[in-house]
């Protein structure tokens, strides 16, 4: 079993739909990251969480830590939306990070 | 510059040669990690330096892979006797203080091992 294990894998969305992405993690963290890759292959950092919720735009990022779990939502999709997100973790104790496989989000006009 | 920088862009080598990657970290960010994704896979963590030293490299995949980090700034990302499963995007990633803020990617290295 992978580490970080992201939901679901691939995803067809229309246009105004409300997005939502799971990440669960079975190792000790010390933050969790989401991060964007756009066809390019260029990545942006998304969030950085610790705790908590955070709001950027239509982007919310919330994380359970006793669950372990994290979601990310986009409210009001997007076609420019379309992307990878990838779920990652920095492991506690050590500064390494663990990847999701990633999610393959399409919007659709 | 604003951002990571990272060169070359793109890398063709062939089976058993050598090959340097460089990073130029955002100013004045101690943090500093590569990465590597191979074509339809996922992203793998290879190294991760504070200041200059690494203090993990158990995710380098062999003995092949070496990185060095001078000056708290620049870093090399080496692989010597490359090999075809070495093909791959090698990005870097550099963070301010403290450990486990938000890290800002480079562009990548696209490295072809022919």
């Known amino acids: 079993k992978n580490e970080v294990e992201q939901s679901p894998q691939n995803l067809t969305a229309q246009e105004g739909e409300f997005i939502t992405i799971n990440c669960s993690y079975s190792v000790g963290i010390s933050a969790l990251h989401w991060l964007q890759q756009h066809p390019g292959g260029g990545i942006v950092s998304l969030f950085m969480?610790?705790?908590g919720k955070k709001k950027h735009g239509r982007l919310i990022a919330t994380i359970n830590i006793q669950e372990k779990h994290s979601s990310l939502h986009i409210t009001a999709s997007h076609p420019r939306d379309s992307a990878v997100y990838i779920c990652?973790?920095?492991?506690?104790?050590?500064?390494?990070?663990?990847f999701g496989a990633g999610t393959r989000l399409t919007v659709k006009p | 510059g604003a951002g990571v920088s990272q060169s070359p862009s793109n890398k063709v080598t062939e089976k058993g040669k050598d090959v340097e990657l460089r990073c130029d970290p955002i100013?004045?960010?101690?943090?500093l990690y590569w990465y590597r994704q191979s074509l339809g896979q996922g992203l793998e963590f290879l190294i991760y330096?504070?200041?200059?030293?690494?203090?993990?490299k158990s995710g380098l995949p062999s003995d092949r892979f070496s990185a060095e980090r001078t000056g708290g700034s620049v870093s090399t990302l080496t692989i010597q006797r490359t090999q075809q499963e070495d093909s791959a995007v090698y990005l870097c990633a550099s963070s301010p203080p403290p450990p486990g803020t938000t890290q800002y990617f480079g562009p990548g290295t696209r490295l072809t091992v022919l």
């Open positions: 969480l610790s705790s």
């Open positions: 330096f504070q200041g200059n030293s690494a203090p993990d």
């Open positions: 100013s004045g960010h101690t943090a």
């Open positions: 990652a973790v920095l492991r506690g104790g050590n500064n390494d990070m663990r």
